[in-house]
């Protein structure tokens, strides 16, 4: 299946500073990546749907200007935590891939621990 | 707005025995199904997709059953290994967008 990478993998902050998490798409081009925050034993949220050029599409609840995401090119997407605060702690996983119709499938990143302290 | 529920929770079995992973959705009008497997601390590994218009696949020892009238699928995992522990998420795809359950911890004991 097609590679999809997150960098990093772990990341401890300090509270009032910015993160940013990384998803590369490595041997396809993705038009459209999604951004989702997984709590311990709760499954995945989506927070917002990626579109390159243009802007993201964020969920009900999601605040824009604190989870800032820019797709820039075809192979890579980027999300920015914005003066991070501890309740952001979390685990972050990016997908590249439309599963609709046809059998593309959803490809996943190796996900994100953000700790912010 | 789609619901998606997996039961049970957790499973925990001896080493040999079949697995059985049950996962239903309220909205039927979806694309497609994945299964994906999350090992602790890391990302999501496709195991099976299957599109809205068939009715299994199959891949080595696991085999996926798709009921979409009725909004339901499984996972059976075959002559399970210590290897297969880990927590098991069905998707499904509608609204151009993909809806997880929880998903469901196994520890196959050795």
């Known amino acids: 299946g097609a590679v999809v990478s997150q960098h990093p993998s772990r990341v401890i902050c300090k509270s009032g500073t910015s993160v940013k998490i990384e998803c590369r798409s490595l041997?396809?081009?993705?038009?459209?990546m999604f951004w989702y925050r997984q709590f311990p034993k709760q499954s995945l949220m989506l927070m917002a749907t990626s579109n390159e050029g243009s802007k993201a599409t964020y969920e009900q609840g999601v605040e824009k200007d604190k989870f800032l995401i820019n797709h820039a090119s075809l192979t890579l997407s980027t999300l920015t935590v914005t003066s991070a605060h501890p309740e952001d702690s979390s685990f972050y996983i990016c997908?590249?891939?439309?599963?609709?119709?046809?059998?593309?499938?959803?490809?996943f990143g190796q996900g994100t621990r953000l700790t912010v302290v | 707005k789609q619901e998606v529920t997996q039961i049970p929770a957790a499973l925990s079995v001896p080493e040999g025995e079949n697995l059985v992973l049950n996962c239903s959705f309220t909205?039927?009008?979806?694309?497609?199904l994945q299964w994906f497997r999350q090992d602790p601390g890391k990302g999501l590994t496709s195991l099976l997709l299957i599109q809205s218009s068939q009715r299994e696949q199959t891949s080595g020892r696991l085999n996926a059953s798709l009921d979409k009238s009725s909004g339901r699928s499984t996972l059976y995992i075959a002559a399970s290994q210590p290897g297969d522990s880990a927590t098991y998420l069905c998707a499904v795809f509608n609204d151009y967008k993909l809806s997880f359950g929880a998903g469901t911890t196994v520890t196959v004991r050795a």
């Open positions: 997908s590249a891939g439309v599963p609709g119709g046809g059998n593309t499938e959803a490809f």
């Open positions: 041997d396809f081009q993705a038009t459209t």
């Open positions: 909205d039927s009008a979806i694309y497609n």
